[in-house]
């Protein structure tokens, strides 16, 4: 067995929800002789399953070599009452308007019933229907060609990136705008598709939903799923980037996981109804060649 570390350190917790909590002397394994205050303070939150922690300030920290203790394992009660599938996507309809300023879809008629019966026998009738429409409309993926030139499109992310994925929510306190690494720092994201409930879909269609207070997923925070190997992330809010002013048209929670292979899903809906974990999440959009964002029809199978 090669050299193990321990930190110990002192820890002062705060919460997003209010309260808070202090250690002293804790001891906690590390994978190496250097951790930063930041890395320790995730590993921290992750130990103990902190859910919506605001802050950690690290101090008195002292590295000692000493075997591993092992990690704390949370039970999580799987049990249901069978398989249900649950519906997480805008739907889309005429004139609908996703991202404000930029055109809806418009559906009509290519051929309708009516016009169909000159080419059937008698009492048979088709209606086929047109639709167009811009790609990022209604709940959609993105794919690293939507940032990257060169990069993966709807046609180069494999099955497994988009379906079948076994499934995380991340519950963002209300009043939340910067989805931080701390908040994600408790939850198993490796091969996940993580899913950012921050109930601003609740605005969908309106003009708040587009307003500077939107939700986001902080650069730092897109780094840490990237880096933790996540395989998909999704948020129910406009953008999974900050879209105010201050920053300045910065978008690094797309272009780094994108980089990193990872698609994402934005303009989800009805993330309240599938429980922490134990689910899987299908967002497939259609196989085209050269399209980079596309609607899709997001959903969750939970249960057995």
């Known amino acids: 067995m090669g050299e193990q570390w321990r930190a110990q350190f002192d820890a002062e917790v705060s919460f997003a929800n209010g309260g808070g909590l202090r250690t002293e002397g804790f001891r906690l394994d590390i994978p ?27 101090s008195a920290k002292t590295i000692i070599e000493e075997p591993h203790k092992g990690g704390r394992g949370v039970a999580v009660d799987r049990t249901g009452a069978g398989r249900r599938l649950v519906e997480l996507s805008h739907v889309i309809s005429n004139g609908m308007i996703t991202l404000p300023g930029w055109p809806g879809p418009r559906i009509d008629d290519w051929l309708t019933f009516e016009a169909s019966r000159a080419n059937y026998a008698a009492g048979t009738e088709f209606h086929v229907a047109r639709i167009d429409m811009i790609a990022n409309t209604g709940t959609y993926l993105d794919t690293p060609a939507h940032r ?15 379906a079948d994925l076994p499934g995380v929510v991340v519950r963002v306190p209300a009043g939340t705008r910067a989805v931080d690494r701390l908040l994600l720092a408790p939850y198993e994201v490796a091969g996940h598709a993580v899913l950012l409930h921050t109930g601003w879909d609740a605005h969908f269609g309106s003009e708040r939903y587009a307003s500077p207070e939107a939700p986001y997923l902080t650069g730092d925070a897109a780094q840490a799923l990237a880096d933790a190997g996540a395989a998909l992330v999704g948020i129910d809010s406009i953008n999974i980037d900050n879209m105010g002013p201050a920053a300045g048209g910065q978008r690094p929670a797309h272009s780094t996981m994108l980089a990193a292979g990872i698609p994402i899903v934005e303009h989800l809906t009805g993330l309240d109804a599938l429980p922490p974990d134990g689910f899987r999440f ?10 980079g964002t596309f609607p899709v029809r997001a959903f969750a199978a939970v249960g057995t």
């Open 282 to 291: 299908t967002a497939a959009p259609p196989l085209v060649a050269g399209m």
């Open 148 to 162: 990257w030139s060169g990069g993966d499109d709807l046609a180069g992310v494999s099955l497994d990136r988009l």
């Open 32 to 58: 190496g002789r250097e951790i930063s205050d930041e890395d320790l303070a995730a590993l921290f939150v992750r130990h103990l399953g902190l859910l919506m922690v605001a802050e950690v300030h690290v």
